[in-house]
């Protein structure tokens, strides 16, 4: 028997959930959206997958009518930001397109336990091919056994990984969404975690959602530059923002950060 789901919750807005995924692997981009219903027992009017991208839908997602497209070229976190400026949901997840949502019915878990007040935020787990099991240890989720944030002096060990999240749409925009000065969203949630913790948030750690089917060891292919940008861009921007005394405290952004990064994410795209 399915979870039955109870938002609890009363809005004029009918869509209840978006779904964010920058995406350049139009091959996987079906099957992410069939699994949807894995995860929430949501009917499709309350539910949107929103795709930042390029290139077009492929032929069976066209003209479905909770599946949009918003053309963009740049860097994957901007791409994030510019999904939740498009969304119209009540609440929002995010992904990305090498994935897929598991059995298990982890987002209706999540609206289960999440409350009334604007700052919960539920961090849905996830699992990847090449490290399954280190993260299927909890602790794996805690800043203070990441062996680089615990050498980051104006970060919190008691702080909790939000790498993907279910938290109010409107929450998310207040604090200034992403910081699009990182590239990737392997570090730019981790920016994202601190700054909500620092403004009073409270993460439960909650299911299990997507599994990533990445290969962070290939120089070749469609994660070299990612990997790429981690290493030149993103870890070291991380770690001299989170070494400076003027990030105690650092909270909400100007949300149209993203307007700064490029138009073109010239290591995947060129000039």
């Given at each position: 028997m399915g979870l039955k789901l109870d938002l609890g919750i009363q809005s004029e807005n009918k869509m209840?959930?978006?779904?964010?995924?920058?995406g350049v692997r139009m091959e996987n981009w079906t099957e992410v959206y069939q699994s949807i219903p894995n995860a929430t027992t949501l009917?499709?009017?309350e539910y949107e997958l929103i795709i930042v991208s390029p290139y077009d839908l492929p032929s069976e997602l066209q003209n479905i009518d909770n599946?949009?497209?918003?053309?963009?070229?740049?860097?994957?976190?901007?791409?994030?930001?510019?999904?939740?400026?498009?969304?119209k949901g009540e609440f929002v997840i995010w992904g990305a397109d090498d994935g897929v949502m598991l059995p298990g019915l982890a987002l209706d878990k999540a609206f289960a336990v999440i409350s009334q007040d604007k700052k919960d935020v539920v961090s849905l787990r996830y699992g990847e091919d090449h490290k399954a099991a280190k993260l299927e240890k909890l602790s794996w989720w805690h800043m203070k056994n990441n062996r680089l944030l615990r050498r980051l002096k104006y970060i919190s060990n008691n702080?909790?990984?939000?790498?993907?999240?279910?938290?109010?749409?409107?929450?998310?925009?207040?604090?200034?969404?992403?910081?699009?000065?990182?590239?990737?969203?392997?570090?730019?949630?981790?920016?994202l975690a601190v700054?909500?913790?620092?403004?009073?948030?409270?993460?439960i750690l909650g299911e299990k959602l997507w599994h990533f089917r990445t290969m962070p060891g290939e120089e070749?292919?469609?994660?070299?530059?990612?990997?790429?940008?981690?290493?030149?861009?993103?870890?070291?921007?991380?770690?001299?923002?989170?070494?400076?005394?003027?990030?105690i405290g650092r909270?909400?952004?100007?949300?149209?950060?993203?307007?700064?990064?490029?138009?073109?994410?010239?290591?995947?795209?060129?000039?």
């Amino acid at each position: 028997m399915g979870l039955k789901l109870d938002l609890g919750i009363q809005s004029e807005n009918k869509m209840k959930l978006s779904i964010i995924m920058p995406g350049v692997r139009m091959e996987n981009w079906t099957e992410v959206y069939q699994s949807i219903p894995n995860a929430t027992t949501l009917p499709k009017e309350e539910y949107e997958l929103i795709i930042v991208s390029p290139y077009d839908l492929p032929s069976e997602l066209q003209n479905i009518d909770n599946v949009r497209l918003i053309k963009d070229k740049g860097c994957p976190t901007r791409c994030h930001q510019l999904g939740l400026l498009h969304s119209k949901g009540e609440f929002v997840i995010w992904g990305a397109d090498d994935g897929v949502m598991l059995p298990g019915l982890a987002l209706d878990k999540a609206f289960a336990v999440i409350s009334q007040d604007k700052k919960d935020v539920v961090s849905l787990r996830y699992g990847e091919d090449h490290k399954a099991a280190k993260l299927e240890k909890l602790s794996w989720w805690h800043m203070k056994n990441n062996r680089l944030l615990r050498r980051l002096k104006y970060i919190s060990n008691n702080y909790l990984l939000i790498m993907i999240a279910l938290i109010r749409r409107s929450y998310l925009m207040e604090i200034g969404g992403w910081d699009c000065r990182f590239e990737q969203p392997g570090v730019s949630c981790v920016d994202l975690a601190v700054r909500l913790q620092n403004g009073g948030a409270r993460p439960i750690l909650g299911e299990k959602l997507w599994h990533f089917r990445t290969m962070p060891g290939e120089e070749g292919g469609s994660q070299k530059p990612v990997i790429e940008a981690s290493r030149l861009n993103d870890i070291p921007l991380l770690t001299s923002t989170y070494n400076h005394k003027s990030s105690i405290g650092r909270c909400e952004i100007d949300f149209d950060n993203w307007k700064q990064a490029p138009d073109v994410w010239s290591r995947r795209f060129g000039t």
